[in-house]
């Protein structure tokens, strides 16, 4: 046996041991699924656990193994009652995608995963900064693992409480979700939406409830082609280059006289053009079509009628 | 699998003894001591050390470190071998059912992207001192097809960070990119980027650095680590570095709002059921310039600035521009 599976043999023994005291009576089929080898490796690991134990090497300081039933149980083992400690890499590594997940999950599911990421960090004794934005309390929140179940499941449908920035306000759907995928650094959920029949792109920060419902898609054509669009030609001053990073713009130009940048954006929702607009202070201007720009000025005139 | 004859005995058998006996003994044991007590040790003295010092390096190989101290704490002319408990063993986390869940998500999250690091073994050990039952947390680890980018540098840096050591990489901005040699001394992050705050070597100024420029990064043996001066105020940095914050500003709603609005839902207050009515008016406290200006524009006609009035001014004139614009 070469040293590298000698060695693979015993981090799995050393994992084994106190896994089966903290589970007695687990079944040789499920256990041999958990360690990722057949039910034959893990029959002969544990005739190996077997004949050891501590110094004297009598029925009293061997570990005691049975499975006869199927059913595995080990005793006077005490020695090896917790796991090892996981190494700085495997804790980092961990640290690096549970920090990303809390980026991109529903944000009651950001809490649940900070105090995961609290606890990974004071095992590798790491001081961690602590983001002022997020939630801390830790909520229990599962949103993204019960959506992905249910697209597993491929037989549900979600009832799904939604944040839009477009609209800025809460939406309450019914969909069937499809899909999750991972787009400019967000997550988004792809789902058909029962309430207006068409295919519907949700942030995955800004899910704030689902419910799984029994349920059929029903009416409507299942396969809706993608919702109308237009290309809107857009102007972009130096102070807004991050529109560009951010969204990207199609057929770019710059206008080296006056220091702008010209160039098209596929929109979906008008409205949600109008917010990017004003949120960007000044910084775009849409150029054509005249009814988007319209638009925009109707939706600046409204809001500067607040405040008069 | 071959059944040996006599009594050889497997090298794994002779590993785990050598590990049990290395972790409950309550002093350090004499080589002498394990040669005569752990099965598999035989042949000349000179082929019995070789093999134990074989199996010394593959136990630290795997993490199982294994300590050489004097056997009597008051004279150290005699050594032994010994595993410390508190080094070897997972302390307790007390993981909740849906912490365990995440981590497991986690691990498919590394398994799906290039990250070159396993962490199932560290799974299996995580979840193993846990009271919850582990088949039902790793079934979330399967069939999960998450590919999210991940950034490695922050791996690097925050074991530079831990062990006080230099680093070395390339950095670009948008005008160039060179190699840079710094002494890290913390991570911040702000509106959704990671920075490294660090000590350059080449003029020995605090500078940031954000995480997503950095390339090529690697630990930097050549140089010490360098403190920052005693004068440094983190705090105080960060509040420069993160612009111009308003105290108080005062809103009020034209509509409904969401709890969730970004506006709104700013960490301090948990989210619950309840919208905001119209006609509320609510004080938000500590909260970046641009970004509050950016929220309320982004939030039109639902949300109107009442004090300060500089605040409400700009907007004003903003407005004035975008309608300008665009008639």
């Not at chain 1, 040293?3 to 041999?32: D, H, W």
């Not at chain 1, 690096?96 to 900070?114: N, R």
């Not at chain 2, 009597?72 to 071998?81: R, S, T």
Request: glycine share 6%; hydrophobic share 40%; with cysteine.
């Amino acid at each position: 046996m070469s040293a590298k599976s000698s060695n693979a043999r015993l981090s799995r023994l050393l994992k084994l041991i106190p896994f089966l005291q903290k589970n007695s009576g687990a079944s040789v089929e499920k256990t041999a699924q958990l360690f990722g080898i057949s039910e034959k490796e893990l029959i002969s690991d544990l005739n190996l656990i077997w004949l050891c134990g501590l110094p004297g090497y009598s029925h009293l300081e061997l570990i005691d193994v049975s499975y006869d039933s199927g059913f595995i149980s080990i005793a006077n083992a005490e020695t090896l009652e917790r796991p090892m400690r996981i190494s700085f890499q495997e804790g980092a590594a961990l640290l690096l995608a549970i920090t990303k997940l809390s980026e991109v999950t529903p944000h009651t599911d950001s809490g649940t995963l900070l105090s995961l990421r609290n606890k990974i960090a004071s095992l590798l004794a790491l001081d961690l900064p602590q983001n002022s934005e997020m939630p801390l309390e830790d909520q229990g929140s599962l949103i993204l693992p019960e959506i992905q179940s249910v697209i597993e499941s491929s037989g549900s449908l979600l009832d799904i409480e939604y944040f839009s920035a477009t609209l800025n306000e809460n939406l309450s759907l019914r969909i069937k979700p499809m899909e999750i995928q991972s787009r400019n650094g967000f997550l988004y959920l792809i789902g058909y939406s029962l309430s207006d029949h068409r295919h519907r792109f949700f942030r995955m920060d800004r899910v704030l409830k689902v419910e799984s419902v029994d349920g059929e898609v029903t009416g409507g054509s299942r396969d809706i082609n993608g919702p109308e669009s237009a290309i809107v030609s857009i102007e972009v001053d130096e102070k807004g280059a991050w529109f560009m990073q951010k969204w990207g713009l199609d057929s770019l130009k710059r206008d080296p006289h006056r220091n702008v940048f010209t160039g098209s954006v596929t929109v979906y929702d008008p409205r949600w053009l109008e917010r990017a607009v004003l949120a960007s202070g000044g910084t775009l201007r849409v150029l054509t079509p005249d009814s988007h720009r319209a638009q925009v000025a109707l939706a600046a005139t409204r809001t500067l009628q607040k405040y008069r | 699998m071959l059944i040996m004859a006599g009594d050889r005995v497997d090298k794994t058998e002779r590993l785990l003894n050598l590990t049990l006996a290395l972790i409950a003994t309550r002093r350090p044991l004499r080589k002498s001591e394990i040669f005569e007590t752990i099965p598999g040790y035989s042949g000349s003295p000179e082929s019995m050390e070789r093999m134990f010092e074989r199996d010394k390096d593959e136990l630290r190989e795997m993490g199982v470190s294994v300590q050489v101290l004097p056997i009597d704490p008051l004279f150290d002319d005699e050594i032994g071998y010994q595993v410390i408990s508190q080094d070897y063993f997972m302390p307790d986390l007390n993981l909740t059912r849906e912490e365990s869940i995440w981590l497991a998500i986690a691990t498919a999250v590394l398994n799906e992207s290039s990250s070159s690091i396993n962490t199932n073994g560290a799974l299996q050990n995580l979840l193993s001192g846990n009271e919850i039952p582990i088949e039902e947390i790793l079934d979330y680890s399967h069939s999960w097809n998450l590919q999210l980018p991940l950034n490695d540098s922050l791996m690097t840096i925050w074991q530079a960070l831990k062990e006080r050591s230099s680093l070395a990489f390339n950095y670009s901005t948008s005008t160039n990119q060179r190699m840079r040699r710094v002494s890290p001394h913390s991570l911040t992050s702000r509106n959704g980027y990671w920075y490294l705050i660090a000590i350059d070597h080449e003029d020995l100024k605090i500078k940031t650095f954000r995480i997503d420029r950095i390339s090529e990064i690697e630990p930097d043996r050549k140089v010490p680590f360098t403190e920052p001066p005693e004068s440094f105020d983190l705090s105080s940095f960060l509040r420069s570095f993160s612009g111009e914050r308003i105290r108080e500003v005062k809103i009020k709603l034209h509509r409904e709002i969401s709890p969730m609005h970004p506006l709104v839902a700013r960490g301090s207050h948990s989210i619950s059921d309840y919208t905001l009515p119209v006609g509320s008016e609510l004080v938000l406290q500590n909260i970046d310039r641009n970004e509050l200006l950016d929220q309320i524009l982004w939030a039109g006609d639902a949300v109107e600035v009442l004090e300060p009035t500089d605040i409400r001014d700009e907007i004003i004139s903003l407005l004035e521009k975008i309608i300008e614009q665009h008639l």
